[in-house]
């Protein structure tokens, strides 16, 4: 019997996540893999491709290759993927990361805070896209292949419809 699995459920019961399309992503307090504290702010001048995985999780490790060809095939002054671990040893996520040559910008929540508390993710792998004022524009929450072309046209749609407001000079 062929087992097909799509997520690595964490959660039995479906809880709705703690965010929803349309709102505004919080500011997500993480680490970099030195241990140093970071605050993730997401409306910026890219659209961002937010990916919260594990090692962990099967599924996950299945993505991570696409979402860094996803990173090459996107023009970085308008499109920045990040990723979040929720493995609470960092040096098993930075070595995963330097084996499968994940390039672009990754860090970690060893207490999984951001996952369980702030956005209350249900499932690994999940993605988000978040357009230019910081607003959540898309969910993923299974795996899939973020290279083909039906996952980047929605990036690039959502990128397309997204206008970056300058805050007006006085």
């Known amino acids: 019997m062929l087992l097909s699995l799509n997520a690595c459920e964490v959660k039995k019961q479906a809880q709705p996540l703690n965010v929803a399309l349309g709102q505004k992503m919080p500011n997500l307090s993480v680490l970099h893999f ?19 995985w594990a090692t962990w999780c099967g599924p996950c490790r299945h993505e991570m290759p696409s979402l860094q060809r996803l990173s090459t095939l996107l023009d970085p002054k308008k499109y920045q993927v990040i990723g979040i671990s929720v493995d609470t040893d960092s040096h098993v996520a930075r070595e995963y990361l330097a084996d499968k040559k994940i390039l672009f910008k990754n860090y970690i929540s060893p207490d999984m805070s951001v996952a369980n ?3 209350a993710i249900r499932a690994y792998p999940t993605t988000f896209v978040i357009d230019h004022q910081g607003r959540i524009q898309y969910v993923e929450e299974v795996w899939r292949f973020w290279d083909e072309p039906d996952a980047v046209k929605i990036i690039t749609d959502i990128g397309a419809k997204s206008k970056w407001q300058q805050p007006l000079k006085k």
């Not at 030195?34 to 919260?52: A, E, V």
């Open 34 to 52: 030195d241990g140093r504290q970071k605050t993730l702010k997401f409306q910026s001048s890219k659209i961002t491709i937010l990916n919260i």
């Open 117 to 119: 508390d702030v956005l």
